[in-house]
């Protein structure tokens, strides 16, 4: 079969690959489409610790059961599924107390496991889950995306608060719009790359004109500042913008992971009394949630996607880093 391989940075090769084949509680999926995540241009972009070569990346996937292993019902072939990376331990404490996607123990498909630019790759059989065929590829291959936007909302956002998103790239506009569904008044969005903010707006988000968003958000608050800042960029510069723009007592959910690491103004954390939160990934629950939003048919992606064959796979990579010209790509075999 052909793979998409990560060789380091910058390199993607098409490359000849083993055919998968299910072990016990396992099945294959024959990938129908697999959309590039940010996460994955982290390691195309410079060396990650969390990625390492040679790898077969993608874990927002979708497509159908191809082969099913011992312990599954064969009933299963040839069903429709979208791909749920996040493989837990399920027995250490993080995961007893439901906080599975911080389980020191786990695992992701396409990190420690073949992912899915490929043409077919094997998951525990748990991980394969069932979605409306009415639901076409590309937008399918936004429920994970979107369950992060779910874990995030969830706990941050509440009825009637101000909220801004920095950031208006996919991960960026997903929790804008969830942020909306959670009870927020108003989500401001801001980007450096004018031409994303459309998508927010798209979305209900009101983008932050000018240069200068900071100013544009006291403006907006009656110098008050937002109740909730997410930042889906995590740049130092991001950082201090959220800090700033929050309210006292406000809360700032940490998303993006443009750099490892940066200088924060700790005096701003503690003088503000502002609550700051990591957030990673997503729960079962979160996961399930937006998968009904995904079958529900609501979500606005107008122009959001370009689909391109894993033979462009390099050119998409470097698009995605080097360009503003793609929003959200997805590879097919």
Avoid at 41 to 57: C, D, N, T, W, Y
Avoid at 180 to 208: I, N
Avoid at 287 to 299: D, N, V, Y
Wanted: glycine fraction near 10%.
């Amino acid at each position: 079969m052909k793979a998409l391989v990560y060789l380091g940075p910058r390199r993607m090769e098409l490359q000849d690959a083993p055919e998968p084949e299910p072990g016990p509680g396992e099945v294959v999926i024959a990938t129908a489409a697999a959309a590039v995540c940010g996460s994955d241009l982290h390691g195309f972009r410079e060396a990650s610790p969390r990625r390492i070569p040679p790898l077969i990346m993608g874990h927002e996937a979708v497509g159908s059961i191809d082969e099913v292993g011992a312990g599954v019902d064969a009933g299963r072939v040839g069903e429709r599924v979208v791909l749920s990376p996040i493989l837990p331990c399920g027995a250490c404490e993080a995961c007893r107390d439901g906080r599975t996607n911080v389980c020191p123990n786990g695992r992701l498909v396409g990190r420690e496991l073949t992912g899915g630019f490929a043409s077919r790759f094997a998951v525990p059989a748990a991980a394969a889950v069932p979605i409306a065929s009415s639901v076409p590829d590309d937008l399918a291959t936004l429920t994970e995306p979107l369950a992060n936007a779910v874990h995030v909302t969830t706990r941050s956002v509440r009825d009637d608060d101000d909220v801004l998103v920095i950031g208006a790239g996919p991960i960026g506009v997903l929790m804008a719009r969830m942020a909306l569904e959670q009870g927020a008044r108003r989500v401001f969005s801001t980007d450096p790359m004018r031409e994303r903010l459309a998508f927010a707006r798209a979305q209900g988000a009101s983008p932050l004109e000018g240069d200068d968003p900071e100013t544009a958000v006291r403006e907006a608050t009656r110098v008050r500042g937002v109740d909730v800042v997410i930042d889906a960029a995590g740049f130092e510069a991001t950082w201090a913008l959220a800090l700033r723009a929050v309210r006292p007592g406000g809360r700032v959910e940490a998303v993006g992971l443009g750099m490892p690491a940066g200088k924060v103004d700790f005096f701003a954390i503690a003088g503000k009394e502002i609550q700051v939160t990591g957030s990673f990934a997503w729960t079962d629950d979160d996961f399930a949630r937006a998968l009904a939003l995904i079958e529900g048919g609501t979500m606005d992606t107008s122009g959001w996607f370009t689909q391109m064959p894993l033979a462009e796979g390099q050119r998409a990579f470097e698009e995605l880093v080097d360009t503003t010209d793609r929003f959200k790509v997805v590879l097919t075999p």
